[in-house]
């Protein structure tokens, strides 16, 4: 609740500054609900996951998010699933299974929360997509930070006790909120220009960056095949952007 707040005054600061918030509508409220729906919903989980599971373990599962993006783009989208991709998502989920190691036979609950994030996320990003054949940005992150925060007021006051953060955590807030707006808006600027299944591959490069940053400042291990596997995620993903590359070079002038 509280980084949605601290988002959607950036927004509406940085918006008001300069006059972009004349650029808010409502003619696409629908998938402006659908999209909020299935990033809260994912981003719950993933919290509930993070608490409880090594960094690299939940960063993998959600990184199954892209396989989820390559096969429902064009049935949401009209996006073409090229063998390419389809390739490239399936090493890059051989490199998760490398990291995660999971035993389909004892499956904890926070496993299959971090799985069900990417879903969540997966579902974000394609509506996300949508809404920017049509929404500006702003538009875009002005009804993301506000039904964020109303969502996250319901379900925090839901027993109708809220938690006041301390003045040693009111900093760390901020930043997240700083950061998670910074995120998103990143994202939204990518899905305007590439398709889908071509910008969320692109999230498989956090999981080395996050396996590393829980090596250094929470102590949790990082052995050979984690490393093998952030590898392959990677190679994955140099595959899928150089394929989309050269389809666009090869794209008449």
Not at 56 to 62: D, G, K, N, R, S
Not at 93 to 113: K, Y
Not at 204 to 211: D, I, K, S, T
Request: hydrophobic share 60%.
């Amino acid at each position: 609740m509280y980084r949605s707040v601290v988002s959607f005054a950036i927004v509406l600061i940085v918006g008001g500054a300069t006059g972009a918030l004349r650029q808010i509508s409502t003619r696409n409220m629908r998938w402006h609900v659908a999209r909020n729906v299935a990033h809260f919903a994912g981003q719950n989980l993933w919290f509930y996951a993070l608490a409880l599971i090594p960094l690299a373990q939940v960063m993998a599962l959600e990184f199954t998010s892209p396989i989820w993006v390559a096969l429902l783009a064009p049935l949401i989208l009209g996006e073409r699933l090229t063998r390419v991709r389809a390739i490239a998502a399936v090493i890059g989920f051989s490199g998760v299974i490398m990291v995660v190691r999971p035993d389909l036979g004892n499956l904890s609950p926070p496993m299959l929360a971090a799985a069900g994030a990417a879903i969540g996320f997966a579902g974000s990003a394609l509506f996300t997509r949508k809404l920017t054949r049509t929404e500006t940005i702003t538009c875009i992150m002005f009804w993301l930070t506000l039904m964020q925060a109303v969502f996250g007021l319901v379900c925090s006051g839901i027993d109708g006790q809220i938690a006041l953060p301390s003045a040693r955590s009111v900093p760390w807030l901020a930043l997240i909120g700083a950061a998670g707006l910074g995120a998103h808006f990143c994202l939204s600027s990518a899905l305007a220009l590439a398709p889908a299944a071509v910008v969320m591959p692109m999230d498989f490069l956090r999981l080395p960056v996050m396996a590393v940053i829980g090596t250094l400042f929470y102590g949790e291990p990082m052995d050979a095949m984690m490393v093998l596997g952030a590898a392959v995620i990677f190679g994955a993903n140099w595959l899928n952007i150089r394929a989309g590359t050269s389809r666009r070079a090869a794209l008449p002038s």
